[in-house]
């Protein structure tokens, strides 16, 4: 069965505490992108990567830092720099048009994980 | 980041009516794409448009690419409670491998 997890669904920290979201999909995609969403913010992009061990920082990257040491897999870390990290933060794939020569860029989402900051 | 201005902001509206939503720009998109979210999940992807004036329809849903390459539309026929959600279009530039996303429609549905 093909798709995109990520866990945990639910997560609670302590401020200043560092936390790291899982992604992980098994769609052979070789780009990966991850959103933050609040409410009446839609999405905004904090980091994308189109291949391993490469990635861009998105419209939000500050206090936010990942890795992508396999294409399956995208963690994002929460720093203690994040000033409002109270989010629900969302892991999206694609094929990459980059690097594939697609025209388009229909991206897969994960259900999402909602972390609170206490 | 660009956003793209989508409205209406929010619906409410009785099951059995039709919806529309619609979504502008000022820069051209090369590819506009329609989801739905539903509470606490992720975004699905309902439709995928890729050339301009093109009009696509996935059951009771239809979404256009606007001529100008700057707008899409999506319309829902003959609503239903499972419709509830929120609505996001999003757009590629050339060359791009980001999307820009709208803030999102949310639809309501009164049985």
């Known amino acids: 069965d093909g798709g995109i997890t990520q866990s945990p669904k639910y997560l609670f920290r302590k401020e200043g505490q560092n936390v790291t979201l899982s992604c992980e999909q098994n769609?052979?995609?070789?780009?990966m992108y991850w959103y933050r969403q609040d409410p009446g913010q839609g999405l905004r992009l904090i980091y994308y990567?189109?291949?391993?061990?490469?990635?861009q920082k998105g419209d939000i990257a500050e206090g936010y830092s990942v890795s992508r040491e396999k294409k399956e897999s995208f963690p994002l870390t929460v720093t203690s720099a994040q000033k409002n990290p109270t989010a629900f933060y969302l892991c999206?794939?694609?094929?990459?048009?980059?690097?594939?020569?697609?025209?388009?860029?229909?991206?897969?989402f994960g259900p999402g994980t909602r972390l609170t900051v206490l | 980041g660009q956003q793209l201005n989508q409205s209406p902001q929010s619906m409410f509206i009785q099951e059995g009516e039709d919806v529309s939503m619609n979504c502008t720009s000022s820069?051209?998109?090369?590819?506009w794409l329609w989801y739905k979210q539903e509470p606490g999940e992720g975004p699905v992807l309902l439709i995928a448009?890729?050339?301009?004036?093109e009009l696509t329809s996935n059951g009771r849903l239809t979404a256009q690419f606007g001529i100008t390459r700057k707008d899409s539309f999506l319309n829902i026929s003959a609503s239903i409670p499972s419709d509830v959600g929120i609505y996001f279009c999003?757009?590629?530039?050339?060359?791009?491998?980001?999307?820009?996303f709208g803030k999102g429609t949310m639809l309501l549905v009164s049985p």
């Open positions: 999206a794939s694609s094929i990459d048009p980059g690097t594939s020569g697609a025209s388009y860029n229909e991206q897969f």
């Open positions: 769609l052979n995609h070789d780009a």
């Open positions: 990567s189109q291949i391993v061990n490469d990635f």
């Open positions: 820069s051209i998109f090369n590819t």
């Open positions: 448009l890729y050339k301009a004036g």
């Open positions: 999003a757009g590629q530039k050339s060359g791009y491998s980001t999307l820009t």
